[in-house]
């Protein structure tokens, strides 16, 4: 007589419970509502289910897209359609605090669901970085790229800004330059000391 173990079934669940866990995905920017800064996403990986099949996840909407913000600070890009981002997924139901933020009880019992997803952007594959822009032409400098233009921070404080078209600056008071040094403007020397 054969005896049944019960470690197979207990495994078995396990898989289908894991297989039911979100912790991160890449995906694809389908629309994107900057003012409203979300998203609607397609995940670029498929779904596997224990019995072996696999299918694509459908696209996951207003997913809240996550900017570098702090201190009243806040940077932020273009997104179009067809970029890639990080789909990170919540622990715990995010609409009540997504709605009231500060400190919140669940609104519900689901955890890793696919609708508390946060998008990040910037995930590129290898496949897909095609070199353009450079992925990083030093390991010392900050640098923003955009449209052939560069702002560059250098290690010792040296501020470097290069533009492939005009530089503007407007305020509504003064624009006040300090330089220690002279100030080259076209070639001409402009000593303001």
Do not use: C
């Not at 979100?22 to 629309?31: D, F, G, K, T, W």
């Not at 995940?43 to 996840?57: C, F, N, Q, T, V």
């Not at 009880?105 to 689901?110: C, L, S, T, Y």
Request: proline content about 7%.
């Amino acid at each position: 007589m054969r005896r049944h173990s019960l470690s197979e079934p207990i495994r078995r669940a396990l898989r289908q419970q894991a297989a039911a866990l979100h912790v991160s995905l890449p995906a694809r920017i389908e629309q994107y509502d900057h003012a409203e800064q979300r998203a609607n996403v397609l995940p670029l990986i498929k779904r596997e289910y224990a019995d072996g099949l696999i299918e694509s996840i459908p696209v996951v909407s207003d997913v809240p897209v996550v900017w570098p913000r702090s201190g009243g600070a806040q940077m932020t890009m273009p997104v179009k359609r067809g970029d890639t981002v990080l789909l990170v997924f919540a622990d715990r139901s995010i609409d009540n605090w997504l709605a009231q933020g500060g400190e919140i009880e669940p609104d519900d019992r689901r955890q890793h669901d696919i609708s508390d997803a946060v998008a990040i952007p910037g995930l590129v594959s290898f496949a897909d970085w095609g070199g353009d822009p450079e992925p990083s032409e030093n390991n010392d400098d900050v640098l923003l790229r955009y449209a052939g233009s560069k702002v560059r921070i250098k290690p010792n404080g040296d501020v470097e800004v290069e533009g492939s078209a005009n530089i503007k600056m407007t305020a509504p008071g003064d624009i006040d330059i300090t330089a220690g040094g002279d100030v080259n403007i076209q070639g001409s020397t402009v000593n303001l000391n």
